[in-house]
């Protein structure tokens, strides 16, 4: 039993604990004080009382007093915190997250600059998207003068009329660019006006109404001028005050 006592004597303080007890008289009992020389002056007849009613009493003088008992006591972690409740140290969060405020600030910053970068990447495809979209559209009209409107499914529209030309969407890859030469051609003569059009063993038949004999030259060379396709120019009847024509574009030395 260790307790520590204040305003009362030595014996007083071991009979009230229960120390001291006629029915134990038979037992071993030792006491331990822990004290300084002025406490061990003043109670030195209770040492000699105890003596007599224990058995066995030392007591150690602490010449700097009961600070370096209680040190010790309180190193080896056998104190008692009286620091709790509202009395507790409290944790300041502003000190605990004050180191960190420059790392959290860039953090920050570099969010907000990749949602902006992000934000205008989208803006920029998007306009990209709608632009391509308008140029199909164009180029598909070329063909098909007879529609209106957008485009939605341009992979749809190809497969549609590749299969009204009687080709196979799976036939070799040569139909799109020789596609696109085509509708070139005929954007830069846009006087010319697509009747028909049929592709077959990797050429375009097109069936054209054209003011006039050199705009269909116009056409046939700048299909030639690609290098990679040639045109030529199959028919050319003149009905009224314009010029109905055959055309056939197919791959250079084919």
Not at 60 to 69: A, K, Q, T, V
């Amino acid at each position: 039993m260790s307790f520590v006592i204040a305003g009362i004597s030595p014996s007083d303080a071991v009979t009230a604990a229960g120390v001291i007890d006629d029915d134990q008289s038979e037992s071993s009992q030792h006491l331990f004080v822990y004290c300084d020389a002025a406490v061990n002056d003043r109670y030195e007849k209770d040492w000699a009382l105890l003596r007599h009613e224990l058995s066995s009493v030392d007591v150690n003088l602490l010449p700097d007093g009961i600070l370096p008992r209680l040190a010790v006591t309180v190193a080896s972690g056998e104190g008692i915190n009286l620091l709790q409740g509202r009395y507790a140290a409290k944790t300041d969060i502003t000190v605990m997250l004050r180191p960190w405020r420059y790392a959290a600030i860039f953090l920050l910053a570099l969010g907000v600059v990749s949602i902006i970068g992000k934000g205008a990447d989208y803006y920029r495809l998007s306009a990209e998207r709608t632009a391509l979209q308008q140029q199909f559209t164009e180029e598909y009209r070329t063909l098909r003068p007879s529609g209106s409107g957008q485009v939605v499914d341009p992979v749809g529209a190809v497969n549609e009329l590749r299969r009204s030309l009687g080709a196979s969407t799976t036939a070799e890859p040569v139909f799109l660019p020789l596609l696109t030469q085509l509708a070139e051609a005929l954007q830069q003569n846009d006087a010319a006006v697509v009747e028909s059009a049929s592709y077959r063993a990797g050429a375009i038949d097109v069936r054209l109404n054209a003011p006039d004999v050199p705009t269909l030259d116009r056409i046939v060379q700048a299909v030639n001028a690609s290098g990679r396709f040639s045109a030529t120019l199959k028919s050319a009847d003149s009905v009224g005050d314009r010029v109905k024509s055959q055309i056939q574009v197919r791959e250079a030395g084919a």
